[in-house]
């Protein structure tokens, strides 16, 4: 592994910062998304959030509290001996309606004060510039990402924090897990639907509408500071075919497809004939205008981050898609060889060395695992211990694989950060419980508990694992 490979851990803003009222923060689509039943259809964009119990609980409103916090997580974080850390910003704390004149300074002081806090410890940081939040003005006034306002009010936050972050932070990521639009759109994009509107239509004038967008932003970061790396991110996982008939690896490849679709167009510059195509058979039109495509074309990324959590798989025979299981953003059908976590995501080692070659043998440029992980539910011993050997287990799985991809196979990977390094809310169901860190945060399901941090097993060992540069698993 080289030298300067970028261990360390990743959080984001709508998950842990919490502090949803405070520093003249506007609310954030994240502030909407409810704990329990109705978080699904609401992150569907099938539900409105204004239609909401009045009791409903919003797990990211507090989260872990790291608004105030983050001194003490960043000291754990310099203790584990962290090089790197991806977090996000809120977009509501810089911009609370989303379109000021001016960028707010409380918010903009208080990331200037999380960054000097990172470099203090030579942390360097890697900034998601979207992760999972609008600012929900933006969502009432205009539709979010449906209309093409939306580039401009997001190129004018990029714009704010790449002057304010210049000197100070090198790695951008212009959107979380693009993809997810497609799957969840009010929790990937703010996109709530209305009566009778095409689904299909309205995703993929977002999807544009971002990619146009992270393309500008791309720009700009260059012209602030050529240094400047942008990436884009995936949440990625290949489909395997569950069979070797030719339909099911057709099909395989197909759904890999719909995942590429994003990185297609952001690392290579234009859409992808299979996708044209598809808009054709589907009646997509899409609004553009004759400028996007240039834009595009010039302001490729730098690299390519993406999650891993598992591979999928995949079958056109229905017997056999009945037995379907979860999975990160996507489910997939069950896969016989291999096991599941407790929320039935599949555990594929092996895996992550297959999506590292894929992406690398079709993009040819750095890549970043910026999401891996196992979530799992914690037992807390008498005496405050925590002894979380499955998690060891499926991080040392993984790095191993990692290590095969970059050692045996010659692909250039910059550094590797295990999602959810310290306990934060979970994405898809909105619960404490469901856990990646090595760090313990002493609160539920149900937003009790004291924010108590601790460490766990996992703790020591990643320490070890990040000074021996991977030798010691
Ligand atoms: C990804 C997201 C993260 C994170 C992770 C784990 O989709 O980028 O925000 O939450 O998955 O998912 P979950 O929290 O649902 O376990």
Known sequence: MRKDFLWGGA???????????????????????????????????????????????????????????????????????????????????????????????????????????????????????????????????YGSWKNRKLIDCYVAYCDAIFRRFKDKVKYWITFNEINILLHLPFMGAGIQFKEGENKTQVKYQAAHNELVASARATKLAHEINPDFMVGCMLAAGNFYPYSCRPEDVFDAMNKDRDNYFFIDVQARGEYPAYARKMFEREGIVLETEEEDFTILKENTVDYITFS??????????????????AGNVMSSVKNPYLKASEWGWQIDPLGIRITLNSLYDRYQKPLFIVENGLGAIDKVEADGSISDDYRIDYLK?????????????????????????????????GEMSKRYGFIYVDKDDAGKGSLKRSRKKSFEWYKNVIETNGEAL
């Not at 990211?60 to 983050?70: F, L, N």
């Not at 203790?79 to 609370?96: D, T």
């Open 11 to 141: 959080t984001a803003a709508n998950q842990c910062e919490g502090g949803f009222n405070e520093g003249n923060r506007g609310l954030g689509t994240v502030d909407v998304i409810p704990w329990g039943e109705n978080r699904f259809p609401v992150m569907l964009g099938d539900m409105d959030y204004k239609s909401l119990p009045e009791d409903s609980y919003f797990p990211g409103r507090e989260a872990i509290d790291m608004y105030h916090t983050y001194k003490e997580d960043i000291a754990l974080f310099a203790e584990m001996g962290f090089k790197c850390y991806r977090f996000s910003f809120s977009w509501s704390r810089i911009f609370p309606t989303g379109e000021e004149e001016r960028p707010n300074e409380e918010g903009l002081k208080f990331y200037e004060d999380f960054i000097d806090e990172l470099l203090k410890y030579n942390i360097e940081p890697v900034v998601t510039i979207c992760h999972f939040d609008v600012p929900l003005a933006l969502v009432e006034k």
């Open 308 to 325: 891993y959590y598992s591979s999928r798989c995949t079958t056109t025979d229905p017997e056999v898609l009945g037995k379907s299981t």
């Open 397 to 429: 799985e993984h790095i191993l694989a990692m290590m095969d991809a970059v050692d045996e196979d010659g692909v250039d990977l910059l550094g590797y950060t295990p999602w959810g390094c310290i306990d934060l809310v979970s994405a898809s169901t």
